[in-house]
């Protein structure tokens, strides 16, 4: 007896047949093998056997599983692998979340969203996410590179591809050029302090403090903006009696909702406890003495409306202010004539103080933990990483090498 007819590969379809309807139309149907295993027929009328062909290869191409589940295969294009990747429950934090979106928007479906699975090529991977490097910078590049090989090992998952193309584009395709750290020194930190407590822009962008506490605890801005004095979740996260912080969220923008705090980190390392020195201690009851909205607990409030800042307006604020401390070309002004271009304020880069952002307090905690013996698991501790190989990489100003290396190679 002779072997059965093989079933068909799942997400593939057996030949179109045509049936002519009473009102003239034209009904194209074919067996389609679905996720579950089983064939069933699906089938498409319309007014011509043309139409109704194309219609079928659609719908298809298009087949969702009997539970709704989609289905990839390599005739799926990318823009549907990029619908399936985002619609699964990744874990992501909002802000990264919102850079992968906007990358996948503005890079990865122009460049590729309407070829095939089976199109895409090492080769033109390569040359897509060069022609991102270039246009939009090696930023996102690299976040599209990573976004790619994540949606092709779903598609390798779901049989839709052999083998991740994004790995055999290579490495190369991407250059970036690595900045060495840059923390303030001992006296730059000292020049900044007291520059934003005695200008009038900073005191009343209410600055100053938001900075004294970045410098006293390494955390990153948008922490920093979380902080809150009353409870939170039934326990105090601010312990002013015994200088304790327990770090467990930061200030993001969600789409429809505004500004709130997620309750989490940037990264599950990022929860941590850290003490807190007695000025920042002091200062931060100082604040709450002078609250305009107690009700909120929240210690770097906007100043009129006592509701959560904008990390990203506080950090171009600080920038534009740095940008035109001790600045000849822009007068202190941080901006250059015209200050407007194009509907946006025109940066003033030339000041001797625009190489520092928000982020360079962290570099400088790390910097001063580092010089006083600490270990760079400790450092690392303090700013919420969870290797310390970041924090030898990235947050370690090495500017300045010490005079005892210089006794040693000395002759």
Wanted: aromatic residues 4%; glycine residues 10%.
């Amino acid at each position: 007896m002779g072997a059965g007819r093989p079933p068909l590969p799942v997400g593939t379809y057996g030949k179109i047949t045509f049936v002519p309807t009473e009102g003239g139309a034209v009904t194209a149907r074919a067996r389609f093998r679905d996720l579950d295993g089983r064939t069933r027929q699906v089938s498409k009328t319309r007014a011509s056997k043309a139409a109704a062909e194309r219609a079928l290869k659609v719908e298809l191409s298009q087949r969702t599983g009997p539970d709704g589940e989609g289905m990839l295969s390599g005739s799926s294009r990318v823009s549907a692998l990029v619908d399936a990747w985002l619609a699964a429950d990744h874990g992501w934090s909002v802000g990264t979340e919102r850079t992968y979106r906007s990358t996948i928007k503005n890079s990865v479906l122009p460049a590729l969203g309407e070829l095939r699975l089976r199109e895409v090529t090492p080769g033109r991977l390569a040359r897509a996410l060069t022609a991102i490097g270039e246009s939009s910078g090696p930023g996102s590049a690299k976040t599209a590179r990573a976004c790619l090989s994540s949606m092709f090992a779903m598609a390798i998952v779901d049989g839709a591809v052999s083998s991740n193309p994004v790995r055999d584009a290579g490495v190369r395709v991407i250059r970036t050029t690595k900045k060495a750290p840059r923390a303030l020194t001992v006296a730059e930190t000292g020049r900044l302090v007291d520059y934003l407590a005695t200008s009038e822009r900073g005191i009343a962008l209410d600055l100053p403090d938001v900075v004294d506490w970045m410098l006293a605890t390494g955390a990153r801005i948008g922490e920093a903006l979380a902080l809150r004095a009353g409870p939170v979740d039934g326990r105090a996260l601010l312990d002013l009696d015994a200088g304790t912080w327990e770090v467990a969220g930061t200030v993001v923008r969600v789409p429809k909702q505004g500004l709130v705090v997620q309750p989490r980190t940037k990264t599950a390392a990022g929860w941590r406890v850290v003490a807190v020195p007695t000025f920042a201690v002091e200062m931060v009851r100082r604040r709450l003495s002078g609250l305009r909205h107690p009700e909120t607990g929240v210690v770097f409030a906007a100043p009129l409306a006592g509701t959560l800042r904008d990390p990203s307006n506080v950090s171009g604020d600080l920038r534009e202010l740095l940008d035109g401390f001790e600045c000849e070309v822009c007068g202190g002004t941080g901006l250059l004539p015209p200050r407007i271009k194009r509907g946006r304020p025109v940066r003033c880069t030339e000041g001797p103080w625009s190489w520092v952002t928000s982020h360079t307090f962290r570099k400088t905690v790390a910097t001063r933990l580092e010089e006083a013996g600490f270990t760079p698991r400790q450092v690392a501790d303090q700013l919420g990483h969870a290797n310390p190989s970041m924090t030898l990489d990235v947050y370690f100003g090495r500017k300045v090498v010490s005079a005892e290396a210089a006794t040693v190679l000395g002759r």
